[in-house]
């Protein structure tokens, strides 16, 4: 897999797409994102790694879709009707990150973005990319897609590393 490129600065701002998660916000890079799209049935695809939980027709296109929540070792998101599917495009393939919710694009300066804390990412954690700090309100945890791919490809491996 190629490392994932540096945060695309647009005159030193970041272009955010924002969702709830687990109780937190998080966020992509709007340069991923194709479209956020109303949750609906998923039809299973048989032996495919564990968090592709199957495939939809999105206007004529099979995508497949992940949990975000899974991903992120966490419960899978409810089904409910505030649910999305957030269509990206990561290194050529198109998938849908399932998401409680969607809930703002952010358009940032570059300065508001910090690196994750150095204890977390010397112990080997690489969920977050960067982590967006926003004055009287909580931050906001910037999504690595490499991280979310790998996931996804180690997911379809046997042994005690499979899954999230």
């Known amino acids: 897999m190629a490392p994932e490129r540096n945060i695309e600065l647009d005159d030193g701002r970041v272009n955010l797409a924002c969702f709830a998660l687990q109780g937190n916000l998080y966020a ?3 340069l991923y994102l194709r479209e956020i799209v109303h949750c609906q049935a998923v039809t299973p695809l048989p ?7 199957g495939v939809i ?3 004529g296109a099979v995508v497949p879709v992940v949990d975000l929540g899974r991903v992120l070792g966490g419960e899978a998101v409810k089904q409910d009707e505030r649910a999305r599917i957030a ?3 990561i290194e050529g393939m198109v998938l849908g990150l399932r998401v ?14 910090e690196a994750p804390p150095a204890l977390a990412t010397q112990s080997g954690y690489d969920a977050v990319r960067a982590v967006l700090r926003r004055s009287k309100d909580v931050p906001i945890l910037v999504l690595s897609m490499d991280h ?17």
């Open 28 to 30: 992509i890079e709007v």
């Open 57 to 59: 027709d999105l206007r």
């Open 100 to 113: 409680e919710s969607a809930t703002d694009v952010l358009s940032v300066d570059a300065n508001q973005l």
């Open 47 to 53: 032996k495919a790694p564990a968090l592709i939980e």
């Open 87 to 89: 269509v990206v495009q």
């Open 148 to 164: 979310v791919l790998e996931s996804i490809y180690r997911s379809a491996r046997p042994g005690p590393e499979a899954g999230a």
